[in-house]
């Protein structure tokens, strides 16, 4: 069941809050509980700014939401506060510049039950750029932001409009990987990096005129080992999703904190990713990457934005971002260079 009602729009130059997140129900709603969970939701997300999808299968819930940060906090909170449902895990959080479900104060899918009443695009006149919906839909879940870019400046270059593009192609793309998670067909960490791809596309659309301007590199980044650490593979896989991605690139492999805080001085970068082995579980080393950390930001204090880190002590999270002073602690290759995208954009709108 789909669900269109009210209409909130938003500024495309103002930032709004972003939020995924997947729990599960403590005991199998019916439909009528849905519905009524449904629409108290959609009266308090109208009055707060809120839109956003929730998916419902199984006994398990997977939600967006994105909107103001204020009237975001508000609806997070009494969604934790729910006793209907347990086992709440954040799988994203983050700002963004355009939204994706911007007609939706909720959308509700529920993919077992009452299909009969589901709403289904193709039950309408399809828009021309429909055909792309499947193969867009694909190159998210793939991670593919390469040739995402490479496919939405070929359709700008045919001359569609960014309204066109972001309501008739990248909000339906997304529905799209809504029922790839429904059926199984991709897990969440595909759907959120997924879902993460189409919002900064959606940015680009919307703040950029000319095609050309989605093919450009956007941002620098410097990949680095840890001072005197030999292993290197995590940074090798990492320079080629970066590389591919579109960002300027500059590898690093420092045998101290004092040469790697030199070079980020001397390059300017907007972003550094500092890895420990992704064989080896390196404790110990994590006071001497604290330190490394925080060298790395007073080597650039005017323009050095975010700084990441990696390495097995945070794919297996005995590690955190926060015990080291970074911000983001990537727990594997896919989808750093997205996430780090979004840091970036978030930490110039603060500055």
Same mark, same amino acid.
């Given at each position: 069941?789909?669900?269109?009602?009210?209409?909130?729009?938003?500024?495309?130059?103002?930032?709004?809050?972003?939020?995924?997140?997947?729990?599960?129900?403590?005991?199998?709603?019916?439909?009528?509980?849905?519905?009524?969970?449904?629409?108290?939701?959609?009266?308090?997300?109208?009055?707060?700014?809120?839109?956003?999808?929730?998916?419902?299968?199984?006994?398990?819930?997977?939600?967006?939401?994105?909107?103001?940060?204020?009237?975001?906090?508000?609806?997070?909170?009494?969604?934790?506060?729910?006793?209907?449902?347990?086992?709440?895990?954040?799988?994203?959080?983050?700002?963004?510049?355009?939204?994706?479900?911007?007609?939706?104060?909720?959308?509700?899918?529920?993919?077992?039950?009452?299909?009969?009443?589901?709403?289904?695009?193709?039950?309408?006149?399809?828009?021309?750029?429909?055909?792309?919906?499947?193969?867009?839909?694909?190159?998210?879940?793939?991670?593919?932001?390469?040739?995402?870019?490479?496919?939405?400046?070929?359709?700008?270059?045919?001359?569609?409009?960014?309204?066109?593009?972001?309501?008739?192609?990248?909000?339906?793309? #997304?529905?799209?990987?809504?029922?790839?998670?429904?059926?199984?067909?991709?897990?969440?960490?595909?759907?959120?990096?997924?879902?993460?791809?189409?919002?900064?596309?959606?940015?680009?659309?919307?703040?950029?005129?000319? #095609?050309?301007?989605?093919?450009?590199?956007?941002?620098?980044?410097?990949?680095?080992?840890?001072?005197?650490?030999?292993?290197?593979?995590?940074?090798?896989?990492?320079?080629?999703?970066?590389?591919?991605?579109?960002?300027?690139?500059?590898?690093?492999?420092?045998?101290?904190?004092?040469?790697?805080?030199?070079?980020?001085?001397?390059?300017?970068?907007?972003?550094?990713?500092?890895?420990?082995?992704?064989?080896?579980?390196?404790?110990?080393?994590?006071?001497?990457?604290?330190?490394?950390?925080?060298?790395?930001?007073?080597?650039?204090?005017?323009?050095?934005?975010?700084?990441?880190?990696?390495?097995?002590?945070?794919?297996?999270?005995?590690?955190? #971002?926060?015990?080291?002073?970074?911000?983001? #602690?990537?727990?594997?290759?896919?989808?750093?260079?997205?996430?780090?995208?979004?840091?970036?954009?978030?930490?110039?709108?603060?500055?």
């Amino acid at each position: 069941m789909q669900v269109h009602t009210g209409i909130v729009r938003t500024d495309p130059n103002s930032w709004i809050g972003c939020l995924t997140y997947q729990s599960r129900a403590v005991s199998r709603p019916s439909e009528s509980e849905l519905e009524q969970l449904v629409a108290k939701a959609r009266r308090r997300n109208r009055s707060l700014g809120v839109t956003g999808m929730l998916l419902y299968e199984n006994g398990r819930f997977l939600q967006t939401l994105e909107g103001p940060p204020d009237g975001l906090r508000k609806v997070w909170a009494s969604i934790r506060a729910d006793e209907r449902h347990r086992d709440i895990e954040v799988l994203t959080e983050h700002m963004v510049s355009s939204r994706l479900f911007s007609d939706w104060d909720l959308l509700l899918y529920s993919h077992e039950e009452n299909k009969s009443r589901r709403h289904r695009p193709s039950d309408l006149a399809p828009h021309a750029l429909a055909h792309y919906v499947p193969g867009m839909a694909q190159l998210a879940l793939d991670g593919d932001d390469t040739r995402i870019n490479a496919r939405l400046a070929s359709i700008a270059e045919q001359g569609w409009s960014a309204d066109d593009i972001v309501s008739h192609l990248i909000e339906p793309v #997304a529905r799209a990987m809504g029922d790839a998670w429904l059926t199984d067909r991709c897990s969440e960490f595909d759907l959120t990096v997924g879902l993460s791809m189409l919002q900064l596309a959606g940015h680009a659309v919307r703040t950029y005129a000319g #095609a050309a301007n989605l093919r450009r590199s956007r941002y620098s980044v410097l990949l680095a080992t840890a001072p005197g650490e030999p292993h290197m593979l995590g940074t090798a896989l990492l320079a080629d999703q970066f590389t591919d991605a579109g960002w300027q690139v500059e590898m690093a492999f420092p045998g101290s904190k004092e040469a790697l805080a030199n070079q980020i001085a001397g390059q300017g970068h907007d972003a550094v990713d500092i890895a420990l082995s992704d064989a080896l579980p390196r404790q110990r080393a994590l006071a001497k990457l604290r330190e490394t950390v925080e060298a790395s930001r007073k080597a650039s204090p005017g323009h050095l934005v975010v700084v990441s880190v990696g390495g097995r002590m945070f794919a297996e999270a005995t590690a955190s #971002a926060a015990s080291v002073g970074a911000d983001h #602690a990537r727990r594997c290759v896919a989808g750093t260079s997205v996430r780090l995208a979004q840091l970036i954009r978030q930490g110039r709108t603060l500055q």
